[in-house]
């Protein structure tokens, strides 16, 4: 939230024809940091669907193993 607020303030500071350029740099940094958090949260996700489907095996093998 602080970095974004920098940004915007050194954006503001710039001249005319220095912004285009850190607007390019800028709007790139957006859309790695963007597909950064995109990555990590798909990976959370299938850790999270694969801890799932590993503990409902495992419940089902000590269900087996009971009977």
């Known amino acids: 939230m602080l970095s974004v607020l920098s940004v915007l303030s050194k954006l503001s500071k710039l001249s005319k024809l220095s912004k285009r350029s850190e607007l390019r740099r800028l709007s790139m940094l957006i859309v790695l940091s963007i597909l950064i958090v995109l ?29």
């Open 39 to 67: 990555s990590v949260l798909s990976k959370l996700i299938m850790l999270s669907v694969l801890s799932i489907l590993i503990a409902e095996h495992n419940d089902s093998t000590l269900q087996q193993c009971w009977r």
